[in-house]
């Protein structure tokens, strides 16, 4: 039964992963090496993945044989008398259930273990009512009785107990995330190990990790901009509660085919775009949001669980995945990104220049085209972009209002306050700051020279503080989390490290839409900033106020240095030319010759002795009680307890147990009687003393020692070699 089965679950699970290489219901020899793609793929999914997680057939397939091994002990402690594997079997399913999702126990858990404990004490009183135990001593077989169940029942309800009031009681330590730090990579003793993560939170707190060169994707870029000045971009964070941004509200998160473009046309970049195509292949990123460049139009995927799996934020365009990405991901991303019109945004709504352009073009920096038509565009949902918390501080909003003073328009204001942060002596980047350590009040690091890191600090810091004083000023902000312009190889491709996580900002233009303003003034030149894109220097038009303490040095040099000589074991996009294109993943082709190996050589000999068995038993049925016999003392033999040569069958049957008794009278009979054949009441108690003997064979030897007797061969060998052994 347990040979068909097992079959049966052969043919269902590759039935159910890969259908498309059987042939009616029975595989192929392509199934084989299908299959093994599909549940290598599953285990990277399950080995990274958070729930829930997309239902690739591979996890589907591996349900079915976890399911199947768990019915089968269930079968098999409930017809071999061993019931508490059949109540475990079920118990950890339900553990895992009842922890995964951190909620507090309820009635209905309490009511479970009740029960739970209900059905032990029955299963622990109804071996003692059975008096069943070891063959051993009176004495013993009765104290082991009465001692085993308590024992089982006592441990397995005080992990009951610490199983859920712990889980209970932990469950506030750990953030909703499921990262405790802002960017948290699973090193060991700081160095890379593993996969990098990014929370999607940032915030004034001090507390990023420091960035090391692990390369966590590569890309293909083919379009109209380079591949050296792409960012990307992994979701946007429009909520600030004072102290962190936050993705606010509830943001659509659809499948493609059930939206109408990606990007909410209301929320949409209105101005010009540059069309771009980017080949990402994933090395150490485990995220499950996917980098892609501003705005994603389409996503294509060579992995149909890729393809089928991701889903589309519609207010920022954002590639969400159902799972967490692993090394060797691979897909495509067509975007539209932005190139913000300087003819539009360098004037006022009536069409003059504003006044920082203005003063451009007086002194020849700056020259405008024909006067285009101004058209404002209202951004969707805009006051979850300018909302903040009503207890902050209006000095941070004197402070932009002192930045923008005269300025006219949401372009300029925006100019002025990236200005300001990058201006040389007024703020410093630097990551050597102890995390937890820093200025956790955004007031006091932008205007209390007295405070800890005053104006120091990195990405979180800079992008916080603009983004928040835009909102003040009247600008809807947001702040993105994302990746830097990666490093461009000899190739052409271009490799984004973890040096490169970084947060930027988006402020609206009515005249365009979404503008990214980069405010943090690096030393490596790694994030270039919007001003920067200007034909002239916008800070000799505008009147930055002078830092509130000593300047500080302007061009620090990056902790961390990027080095481009390190060989790197990178592979390529799937379908591009050369030799070092990701292969698709298979089990080790050796895999599949070992493991029928290891089943003939583990199941051939148990399989063997099963068969005999069954002829024997067919033959005491019509009759030879010898075959019975023979059975019985080939298993006592296997085990080390066979007869001695010169011991009768009854001897034998006296010494092992009185249950054998009868099987040893009804040999003798058969030997020394008569009739060639045994009546049916003879064959009955043959039958039964069979039974009850093998019955207690398995409670008096352990499972190890029973395990090894299945292998034994002695007893399959013919009798010419016994007889020469035995000399």
């Not at 397939?61 to 002990?73: C, K």
């Not at 404990?117 to 135990?133: H, K, M, P, S, Y």
């Not at 949401?410 to 990551?431: H, M, Q, V």
């Not at 039974?691 to 010419?720: F, K, M, Q």
Request: charged letters at 20%; a negative charge.
């Amino acid at each position: 039964m347990a040979a068909i089965n097992g079959a049966a679950l052969v043919l269902t699970v590759i039935r159910i992963a890969v259908p498309s290489t059987t042939w009616f219901l029975f595989p192929t020899l392509s199934s084989f090496d299908a299959m093994g793609a599909e549940l290598s793929f599953a285990r990277d999914v399950i080995r990274s993945g958070v729930a829930p997680v997309i239902p690739l057939s591979g996890i589907i397939a591996i349900l079915a044989i976890v399911f199947w091994a768990m019915g089968a002990l269930l079968v098999w402690g409930l017809t071999r008398g061993r019931p508490y594997v059949a109540v475990l079997t079920p118990l950890v399913v339900y553990l895992e259930f009842a922890v995964m999702d951190r909620r507090p126990s309820g009635w209905w858990t309490t009511a479970f273990m009740v029960m739970i404990g209900i059905a032990l004490l029955a299963v622990a009183f109804d071996r003692r009512r059975e008096n069943t135990g070891l063959l051993t001593s009176e004495v013993t077989r009765l104290a082991l009785v009465r001692s085993l169940p308590s024992v089982g029942v006592v441990t397995l309800l005080a992990t009951l107990f610490v199983a859920l009031i712990g889980s209970t009681a932990l469950a506030g330590f750990v953030p909703r995330s499921g990262y405790l730090a802002w960017r948290s990579s699973s090193g060991l003793s700081g160095d890379y190990y593993g996969s990098v993560s990014y929370n999607p939170f940032v915030g004034i707190r001090q507390d990023l990790v420091s960035q090391t060169n692990v390369p966590v994707f590569v890309a293909e870029v083919e379009g109209d901009i380079a591949a050296g000045d792409v960012y990307w971009r992994l979701l946007t964070l429009d909520g600030f509660d004072g102290g962190q941004w936050h993705v606010a509200g509830r943001p659509d998160i659809d499948r493609p085919e059930d939206l109408t473009g990606y990007e909410e046309p209301d929320n949409a970049f209105q101005g010009p775009t540059a069309t771009v195509r980017q080949n990402i292949t994933v090395l150490a990123l485990q995220m499950d949001w996917l980098p892609a460049a501003y705005s994603p139009t389409d996503m294509t995927a060579t992995n149909r669980a890729v393809d089928r799996g991701f889903r589309v934020r519609s207010d920022d365009a954002s590639l969400r995945f159902d799972a967490l990405t692993y090394r060797g991901m691979s897909y495509s991303v067509v975007s539209e990104i932005p190139q913000p019109d300087l003819n539009v945004l360098s004037r006022n709504t009536d069409g003059a220049p504003s006044v920082v352009f203005s003063g451009a073009i007086d002194d020849d920096e700056f020259e405008l085209d024909p006067t285009p038509e101004i058209v404002e565009f209202e951004l969707a949902d805009a006051e979850r972009f300018l909302e903040l918390p009503d207890d902050i501080n209006p000095v941070i909003g004197l402070l932009a209002e002192e930045q923008t003073v005269g300025l006219e328009t949401d372009f300029e204001k925006a100019i002025a306050l990236e200005s300001f942060f990058r201006a040389p002596g007024n703020f410093r980047y630097s990551t050597d700051i102890a995390p937890g350590h820093g200025a956790e009040d955004l007031t006091a690091w932008l205007v209390d020279p007295d405070s800890v890191n005053y104006r120091t600090g990195y990405c979180e810091q800079f992008s916080t503080s603009m983004a928040v004083m835009a909102r003040m000023l009247g600008i809807p902000s947001r702040v993105v989390l994302g990746f830097t312009p990666g490093t461009l190889l000899e190739d052409g491709r271009v490799v984004v490290r973890d040096r490169n996580a970084h947060a930027w900002v988006e402020l609206w233009m009515p005249t365009q839409g979404w503008v990214r303003f980069d405010p943090t003034p690096r030393g490596d030149g790694i994030n270039p900033a919007t001003t920067g894109n200007l034909p002239f220097d916008p800070a000799e038009y505008l009147d930055i106020p002078a830092a509130d303490a000593p300047e500080f040095e302007s061009d620090l040099p990056d902790p961390i240095l990027l080095v481009d000589e390190d060989p790197l074991d990178i592979p390529r996009f799937p379908g591009a030319s050369g030799n070092d294109a990701i292969p698709t993943p298979t089990l080790p082709s050796w895999l599949l010759p070992l493991g029928i190996g290891a089943l003939l050589i583990f199941g051939l000999v148990p399989a063997v002795k099963w068969s005999r068995r069954r002829r024997r038993i067919r033959r005491l049925q019509a009759g030879d009680i010898s075959a019975a016999w023979r059975e019985i003392v080939d298993r006592l033999s296997d085990l080390g307890a066979g007869p001695d040569p010169w011991t009768t069958p009854l001897e034998f049957a006296e010494a092992t147990d009185p249950v054998m008794r009868p099987l040893a009278n009804a040999y003798g009979e058969d030997i020394y009687g008569s009739d060639d054949q045994a009546g049916d009441g003879t064959i009955a108690v043959a039958s039964r003393s069979l039974e009850d003997t093998e019955d207690r064979i398995g409670s008096r030897y352990s499972g190890t020692r029973r395990l090894v007797a299945r292998y034994r061969v002695r007893t399959l060998l013919p009798r010419w070699m016994k007889r020469r052994r035995r000399g």
